[in-house]
DNA sequence: CGAACTTATGAATTGTTATTCATATGATAA
DNA sequence: TTATCATATGAATAACAATTCATAAGTTCG
């Protein structure tokens, strides 16, 4: 015998009603989305985990992360798009930096959930 | 005027060695990445965001992001097999739910720094 | 065992995204 | 202004991923 018992049906009932509830609205859950998007290509977070380090220009995180400008240069684009990194010119060059503190905390709770289970 | 001093120069230099030397291997990286794309789209976000209410099964799952029982469960295979979820059988019905707290700061960090910039 | 129910999977199609190459733009110095 | 250096961008191709449909597999009940 396996059946559901009529109080764990309700319960589930509830739960998906609080889901449905809580559930944020299309664009945001959209933007958050896009968000991680950025962040999930190894090319990119290859680029993150150098800027973690410091501020670094084009040329310079092309050699942390090997690979050509151009192909640095369109990562970094989309990464700025989504508010992951910023980005101040200095002469010729420009500086990239990591947009704050939530997205090293982001990669930092990564690191540690990626070491739980190996 | 706008040329390098020696100092900036040495510096950055030492930040690219920096990362270099802090470079996670690629592997370790390809990993992390996934991670991050499995939580990326938009539909399987919306499943983490109903599994942070609770446990699920399957077909309330289903009715609480809306869509068809086959894309769920496809979702829900590559958020398992990125650990980002895990599951138990029960009786006919499988539950899945959020497979520990990292994933849950990740989200809610995120959602903060969406706040951050509107 | 067979029927009913829930979940998982394979294959095909469609839609997205990364990367490359060529070149444009912006900045500085002579 | 022109040459040079640093970065950005557009267009094309190539690699990848999401969704759908049909159906298989696992579980319980009679």
Redesign the interface.
């Known amino acids: 015998m396996?059946?559901?018992s009529e109080e764990e049906r309700c319960e589930?009932?509830e739960?998906?009603a609080?889901?449905?509830k809580?559930?944020?609205d299309?664009d945001?859950?959209?933007?958050?989305?896009?968000?991680?998007?950025a962040?999930?290509?190894?090319s990119r977070?290859?680029i993150l985990?150098?800027?973690?380090?410091?501020?670094?220009?084009v040329e310079?995180l092309t050699?942390?992360v090997g690979g050509n400008q151009s192909a640095v240069s369109h990562q970094l684009k989309t990464l700025k798009d989504n508010?992951i990194v910023k980005s101040r010119r200095?002469?010729?060059?420009v500086m990239y930096s990591v947009s704050?503190g939530?997205?090293l905390?982001?990669i930092n709770?990564?690191?540690?959930?990626?070491n739980?289970?190996e």
């Open positions: 396996q059946q559901d589930h009932e739960r998906v609080l889901a449905l809580n559930m944020p299309s945001k859950i959209d933007e958050l989305a896009a968000r991680f998007k962040i999930s290509e190894p977070l290859k985990l150098a800027l973690s380090c410091g501020e670094l220009c310079h050699q942390a508010k200095h002469g010729k060059q704050d939530h997205v905390t982001m709770v990564a690191k540690e959930h990626l739980c289970d």
